[in-house]
């Protein structure tokens, strides 16, 4: 199986702040990922699918980047809708999620 | 427009048993991937299963396989989740979601979720 591993678990920053969320993949999944954002009480929502593809409607401050086993996904200048948990997820074989990253205000 | 609700959680005893549902409606149910997730108290997602349009593919999580069982219902644009041998760790959140594109992943449409909890 595959293992997704995603730092920091915590992350505190500022709105402005320029974010980097880190995923690890347990082997290569090419560009095979995406990531999710989620806010309490809600499902989670597509950001970015194949590494670096932005989903429609999502703002262009978030990006992603990467292939193979090391992925990350970018926040540009950090807004108040922005403080939620995001996760990553591989979809080369079968489905597996990162353990989540809460941004959290500083 | 696409939307997904699931319904059928609830409180159940240890060893008893749930069928869930999801109803979809807004996109032509029989070509698509569907997939259920779920997310227990203050956790992370976990993948449980998916099912292809139709049913021809069928993969679980080894953390469910013989106790849960996922299933279709194309004419009535239904996914069904039957959850057998319930256990405290079954207590989640569990959302139904349809897949970006009919040929596989990302998950892009999900339902509101419905809870079960797993308690005597």
């Known amino acids: 199986d595959i293992q997704m591993t995603q730092s920091p678990s915590t992350l505190s920053a500022s709105v402005g702040d320029r974010v980097t969320i880190t995923c690890r993949a347990s082997?290569?999944?090419?560009?095979?990922l995406a990531w999710y954002q989620q806010k309490p009480g809600k499902a989670p929502k597509l950001l970015i699918f194949?590494?670096?593809n932005l989903e429609g409607g999502v703002p262009s401050r978030f990006s992603g980047s990467g292939s193979g086993t090391e992925f990350t996904l970018t926040i540009s200048s950090l807004q108040p809708d922005d403080f939620a948990s995001y996760y990553c997820?591989?979809?080369?074989?079968?489905?597996?999620f990162g353990g989540g990253t809460k941004v959290e205000i500083k | 427009q696409v939307q997904l609700v699931e319904s059928g959680g609830g409180l159940v005893k240890p060893g008893g048993s749930l069928r869930l549902s999801c109803a979809a409606s807004?996109?032509?149910?029989?070509?698509?991937?569907m997939s259920w997730i779920r997310q227990a108290p203050g956790k992370g997602l976990e993948w449980i299963s998916d099912?292809?349009?139709?049913?021809?593919?069928?993969n679980y999580a080894d953390s469910v396989k013989g106790r849960f069982t996922i299933s279709r219902d194309n004419a009535k644009n239904s996914l069904y989740l039957q959850i057998n041998s319930l256990r405290a760790e079954d207590t989640a959140v569990y959302y139904c979601?349809?897949?970006?594109?009919?040929?596989?992943?990302?998950?892009?449409?999900w339902g509101q979720g419905t809870l079960v909890t797993v308690s005597s």
């Open positions: 997820q591989q979809y080369k074989t079968y489905l597996t």
């Open positions: 082997q290569s999944i090419g560009t095979w």
């Open positions: 979601a349809r897949a970006k594109y009919s040929s596989g992943w990302p998950l892009l449409y």
């Open positions: 099912i292809s349009g139709r049913s021809s593919y069928i």
């Open positions: 194949k590494a670096s």
């Open positions: 807004g996109f032509i149910f029989s070509d698509y991937y």
